[in-house]
């Protein structure tokens, strides 16, 4: 059993917690809280060991809830630290996992140098393998490079345009916005989303653009992808449809927005309404010689999760890459194909 901790119990950190407590060869430490609030009674609820720093242990203990004990006392416990802390943070963190021998993996709101490599499961699995510290990249990172490693089986590919819809905020965050505005992220091109995209496909010609729009479900990216050899619509539709961590949202279903594609995950019952799978719209999938059009949404509070778990066993050694995704999908419940 890996033995697994969790620093950051917010958007991120939460999910990732829960796929650990689904897995057959990992186990969950416990999970690092800084204030007593709604995050930390459901925590309790559900059975999970809590950790806080120092200065907090007095309130928690004041709100009536119990702790395990101090931060570094869960991280002693842990083989591998899953670093859900806000951008920055996780980077202040690192001499702490580093001092105590833990392996630790953080997200994608931090730099990439913080890290020996930037992680996405299906482009780079082995060469995480061993490694001490890894960076899972960011909900959009992740999007674009799950399409383009998939595309690169059918046809290398030699040069992507893209545009990205960003949501505004997560459900959850009431001091977002905007709400009444398009705004440039940044107006500088290329977005951090291309350059992220190098830290794992080194040499690929890209350029990303980014606006954030006022909604809080998804992420959309409307991509030209050109390849090096012709390829039709129907080897793009195959590609996409017999990979898992991709659904096709069809027209015949009218999934036809973001808001319907959440609304489908409500309907299946997913935990938190999550979508692990990039979504693509079947209808937007379009060829013309040596390009490849298409738009697809990524949900941002759940994309990253099977890629946490894999970059746990990839960083504790389990060396077959296609094994670990074949787990992490069955334990959670992902799927290949339509989305309905
Ligand atoms: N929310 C999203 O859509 C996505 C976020 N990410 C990345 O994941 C990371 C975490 O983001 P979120 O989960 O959205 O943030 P969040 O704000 O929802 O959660 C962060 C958690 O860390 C806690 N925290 C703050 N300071 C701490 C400290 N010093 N020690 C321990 N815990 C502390 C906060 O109380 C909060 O519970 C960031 O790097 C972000 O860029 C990646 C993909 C998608
Ligand atoms: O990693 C994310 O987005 P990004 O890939 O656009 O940076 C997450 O959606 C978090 O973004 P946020 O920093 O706007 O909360």
């Not at 060991?49 to 395990?68: D, H, N, P, Q, R």
């Not at 999007?143 to 959850?172: E, F």
Request: net charge positive; aromatic share 4%.
């Amino acid at each position: 059993m890996i033995k697994v901790a969790v620093n950051g119990y917010g958007t991120i950190g939460k999910r990732v917690a829960s796929a650990i407590l689904a897995q057959p060869d990992m186990s969950l430490i416990g999970v690092s809280k800084t204030s007593p609030n709604y995050e930390a009674y459901q925590a309790q609820k559900m059975g999970m060991s809590l950790y806080v720093t120092k200065e907090s242990a007095k309130e928690f203990e004041e709100a009536g809830i119990k702790v395990k004990g101090v931060l570094e006392d869960m991280i002693r416990e842990a083989d591998v630290v899953v670093d859900a802390t806000p951008n920055g943070v996780g980077a202040q963190y690192k001499q702490i996992y580093s001092s105590m021998g833990k392996r630790a993996l953080f997200q994608g709101g931090e730099k990439a140098n913080v890290a020996d490599v930037s992680f996405s499961a299906l482009c780079n699995y082995d060469e995480a393998v061993d490694k001490k510290f890894v960076r899972v990249v960011s909900c959009n990172t992740t999007g674009l490079l799950r399409t383009l490693c998939t595309l690169n089986k059918m046809s290398k590919i030699t040069k992507v345009r893209g545009t990205i819809v960003r949501r505004a905020a997560d459900p959850k965050e009431v001091k977002k916005g905007p709400i009444n505005s398009l705004i440039p992220d940044p107006a500088s091109i290329p977005s951090h989303h291309a350059k992220d995209v190098n830290t794992v496909l080194k040499d690929l010609d890209i350029v990303t653009m980014a606006v954030i729009a006022p909604t809080t479900l998804m992420h959309v990216h409307m991509l030209d992808i050109t390849v090096s050899t012709s390829v039709t619509r129907e080897d793009v539709l195959s590609v996409m449809k017999s990979t898992p961590r991709i659904l096709l949202a069809s027209s015949k279903s009218k999934v036809g927005s973001t808001a319907e594609i959440v609304e489908v995950a409500r309907d299946m019952g997913r935990n938190r309404n999550d979508l692990y799978e990039l979504i693509i719209f079947e209808d937007s999938i379009s060829v013309k010689g040596n390009e490849v059009f298409l738009m697809y949404a990524v949900h941002q509070e759940s994309i990253v999760v099977p890629e946490n778990i894999d970059a746990i066993r990839a960083v504790s050694g389990f060396s077959d890459g296609r094994k670990s995704m074949e787990i992490t999908n069955t334990s959670m419940g992902i799927r290949t194909g339509y989305l309905v």
